[in-house]
């Protein structure tokens, strides 16, 4: 039996209809388009770092929202004036590339090279609306929220650089690359008495994809498996993926970033906490995890796999076996993608400035361009310093500087539980490189009445008892990570407005838009580091008493 689920309010279930599923009983249906119209002041929003990140959260906002884009922080000149282009609007306008660039305070600024200058012209901006209440000087307006879209390891500092603002905060994952680092932005966003006063938000997108809340709904509101007893989830990375990311890229080594499971994977462990932790009805209780333990390395990526005819050469364009290289930099970043028209993603990532180049001058000069940053290379002579800043698209993947896994398993394990009344059961993760699919996740679901088998596309469950089998087909509402990174960025600004408009106070828009709380972050993040601690280690950690000395200690110390 197949069954065809269209899209839903986030987080809102909807009556049954005649052409629901009889098992699933409740429906997805689709965005608004424009959330908050009816707002009357709607949230304003401040995007930091202008990458394909930031750009997927501020489509989905101007896309599916009446709220405003009103300022953007990136380093990069051109990609900051194309942000400003594409997003930003003032009285009913389309900002010019560069209007109203390093402004001052009395003055609507929208592009600022830092987010640190964004930080100074608000102060000084809230310092001249404070002195001009009595003058009747008109100040322009600020921001409510902000999205933190640069490199992972500038989370902390710039999270903990707006927390004196008191904007709400959406952070995309991971949320820091060390621990210590996690619990000091929680120490930041929390006040006088140990709360968050202010809505966070973090990018575990997978949360909020209607594929992946209506296999939430089917397991756990809807016990359609009965109790579950195990879970077998596997992110497919992808064999090209990895290597530009995770070999070539900017996330290829633990000391400039963190391990893979934490940049690559910290929000799949959320995913599993989501689905078999956090209660899934008022009043219950959370079913917190016993142990776990970690397997993985760094098993293809390495000089001892590199083929001997590719002699001694360490960038592609100037290697022997280019032409027969699956791994060839210009046939991943031209051939596959340039030459069919696609200057986006993963080849803008290596020159931001493709993309303008191929629409103003054409494919010539977009691929010379390309083939000059391909061709860029380090020595044995080349201080360490110089070679771990940056990202070397055209290296050799068997003589990259990477040392992250790229293939790893985590086991997580549940023992009986009185206090929440739920019982054992294990969830086993595979984060792996090599696979055709890229990021589409997959994995089953075993239960006592039935299994589930599911993709990111559909949803297939297996009833024992009647040996009967339905397939879900949730509709795809596009967008990346299924529909998950507009379903983030829209919860996050209604939850933003609801608090904005006096509709809701702080706690209850937190729960009913974004599902989590900042601690329960942490704890998701966490427990990556722990897998991590257990895999280095070759051990198995005890969960609660490595939370209590690892973080209980130091979230209770202030």
């Known amino acids: 039996m197949h069954t065809n689920i269209p899209d839903s309010k986030l987080g809102e279930p909807v009556a ?14 689709s965005l608004p388009k424009k959330l908050l119209a009816d707002s009357p002041s709607p949230p304003r929003i401040l995007v930091i770092g202008a990458g394909s990140r930031g750009h997927a959260y501020a489509s989905a906002v101007v896309k599916h929202t009446a709220a405003v884009i009103a300022a953007v922080a990136e380093p990069i000149a051109f990609k900051r004036r194309e942000f400003v282009s594409r997003f930003i609007t003032t009285a009913g306008k389309k900002q010019e590339e560069g209007q109203q660039e390093n402004g001052d305070s009395g003055r609507e600024q929208h592009a600022f090279t830092d987010w640190r200058d964004y930080v100074e012209w608000e102060k000084a901006r809230r310092a001249r609306a404070a002195a001009a209440s009595s003058a009747g000087e008109v100040i322009p307006p600020g921001v409510d929220a902000a999205f933190v879209c640069v490199l992972d390891e500038q989370h902390r500092e710039a999270v903990e650089g707006l927390a004196p603002l008191g904007l709400a905060v959406m952070c995309e994952k991971p949320l820091a690359t060390t621990l210590a680092d996690c619990v000091a932005i929680y120490d930041a966003m929390r006040g006088s008495q140990g709360n968050v006063p202010r809505i966070f938000g973090i990018g575990h997108v997978l949360r909020y994809s209607p594929h992946n809340m209506l296999l939430r709904r089917l397991v756990r509101e809807q016990g359609v498996v009965g109790d579950v007893l195990s879970v077998e989830h596997t992110e497919p990375v992808g064999w090209w993926h990895f290597s530009h990311s995770y070999v070539r890229g900017n996330w290829r080594r633990e000391s400039t970033t963190a391990p893979s499971l934490l940049t690559k994977s910290c929000h799949d462990i959320d995913f599993l906490l989501w689905m078999l932790s956090e209660p899934a009805k008022e009043g219950e209780k959370a079913h917190r995890p016993a142990f776990l333990h970690s397997t993985g390395k760094r098993n293809f990526y390495r000089k001892a796999r590199k083929p ?16 027969d290289c699956m791994f060839s930099a210009k046939k991943i970043y031209a051939e596959r993608h340039l030459r069919k028209g696609n200057a986006g993603w993963p080849v803008k990532i290596v020159n931001p400035e493709i993309e303008d180049c191929l629409s103003t001058l054409g494919p010539d ?42 293939d790893q398993c985590v086991t997580i394990t549940w023992e009986d539980d009185s206090a929440s009344g739920s019982l054992a059961k294990t ?6 490189a090599f696979t055709e699919k890229i990021c589409e996740r997959r994995g089953r679901i075993y239960g006592t009445k039935g299994e589930i088998e599911y993709d990111s596309a559909t949803i297939k469950v297996h009833d024992f008892a009647a040996d009967r089998t339905e397939i879900f087909h949730p509709e795809q509402r596009g ?4 529909g998950g990174d507009d379903g983030l960025a829209t919860q996050f600004v209604q939850a ?21 709380t900042l601690q329960e972050v942490i704890q998701s993040h966490a427990m990556v580091f722990a897998a991590e601690d257990a895999r280095k280690r070759r051990a198995v950690v005890d969960w609660p008493s490595w939370w209590q000395e690892q973080v209980e200690k130091r979230l209770t110390q202030k």
């Open 16 to 29: 049954a209809t005649a052409a629901a599923s009889p098992i699933a009983g409740a429906k997805l249906s």
């Open 308 to 323: 001997a005819a590719a002699g001694t050469a360490t960038n592609c364009l100037s290697c022997p076996i280019e032409k």
């Open 365 to 406: 000069a977009a691929e010379k361009m390309l083939m000059k940053d391909l061709s860029e290379d380090w020595t044995s002579e080349t201080p360490d310093e110089e070679v771990r800043k940056r990202p070397w698209f055209g290296r050799c993947v068997w003589e990259a500087d990477n040392d992250v896994c790229d």
């Open 427 to 432: 969830a086993q993760f595979h984060m792996v």
């Open 479 to 482: 967008g990346g990570h299924g």
């Open 496 to 516: 933003v407005g609801a608090v904005k408009d006096g509709r809701m106070g702080m706690d209850e828009a937190q729960k009913k838009f974004i599902g989590c």
